[in-house]
T-cell receptor
Framework: DQQVKQNSPSLSVQEGRISILNCDYTNSMFDYFLWYKKYPAEGPTFLISISSIKDKNEDGRFTVFLNKSAKHLSLHIVPSQPGDSAVYFCAGWGGYGGATNKLIFGTGTLLAVQP | GAGVSQSPRYKVAKRGQDVALRCDPISGHVSLFWYQQALGQGPEFLTYFQNEAQLDKSGLPSDRFFAERPEGSVSTLKIQRTQQEDSAVYLC?????????FGPGTRLTVT
């Protein structure tokens, strides 16, 4: 039972253009959604999050959109830069408490930004 | 330290050996998490500590896996009688519950 799905294993974008990474989820009890970025041989690093009660959160070049009715979120990167090339993971967080305090990750999308 | 550190970074074990993986969380972080990341997959939750208390170990795949955090800071993940399917990157994270800060991971290869 995959609660968080990233159906695109990879995405290639030209430098300066918009990158759109998608994520679908099945668990309507998630409290927050997070995006992590991972370079090879490093651990994931937190990028941006959104509360389940919001529909948009923006931080510089990064914007996350949440569509609760469709159980879908997306990460927009504008403009894309070669340094953005990495694997991006979407994750849901179930809230405080012993059984729900964990991140549930998707399988990741490899973004390649071409110079 | 500035971030979460893990050791060793790489470990090769023969099938049947026991291994111990160490995590040093960010100083002062109450919560500590362990995740397992198989090749081509996202990290999967193993277990969670709040200080020295292990509040959730529902993700540990078998009773060969054991984690501890006796003094509420450093944590050790122990795998007994390693099997080939245990080969993965083991990630440790600490911090505020939802914005978790990850270490670089330990890549375990069981031959």
């Amino acid at each position: 039972d995959q609660q968080v799905k990233q159906n695109s294993p990879s995405l290639s974008v030209q430098e300066g253009r918009i990158s759109i990474l998608n994520c679908d989820y099945t668990n309507s009890m998630f409290d927050y959604f997070l995006w992590y970025k991972k370079y090879p041989a490093e651990g994931p690093t937190f990028l941006i999050s959104i509360s389940s009660i919001k529909d948009k959160n923006e931080d510089g070049r990064f914007t996350v959109f949440l569509n609760k009715s469709a159980k879908h979120l997306s990460l927009h990167i504008v403009p894309s830069q070669p340094g953005d090339s990495a694997v991006y993971f979407c994750a849901g967080w179930g809230g405080y408490g012993g059984a729900t305090n964990k991140l549930i990750f998707g399988t990741g999308t490899l973004l390649a930004v071409q110079p | 330290g500035a971030g979460v550190s893990q050791s060793p970074r790489y470990k090769v074990a023969k099938r049947g050996q026991d291994v111990a993986l160490r995590c040093d969380p960010i100083s002062g972080h109450v919560s500590l998490f362990w995740y397992q990341q198989a090749l081509g997959q996202g990290p999967e939750f193993l277990t969670y500590f709040q200080n020295e208390a292990q509040l959730d170990k529902s993700g540990l795949p078998s009773d060969r896996f054991f984690a501890e955090r006796p003094e509420g800071s450093v944590s050790t993940l122990k795998i007994q009688r390693t099997q080939q399917e245990d080969s993965a990157v083991y990630l440790c994270a600490s911090g505020p519950e939802r914005e978790q800060y990850f270490g670089p991971g330990t890549r375990l290869t069981v031959t």
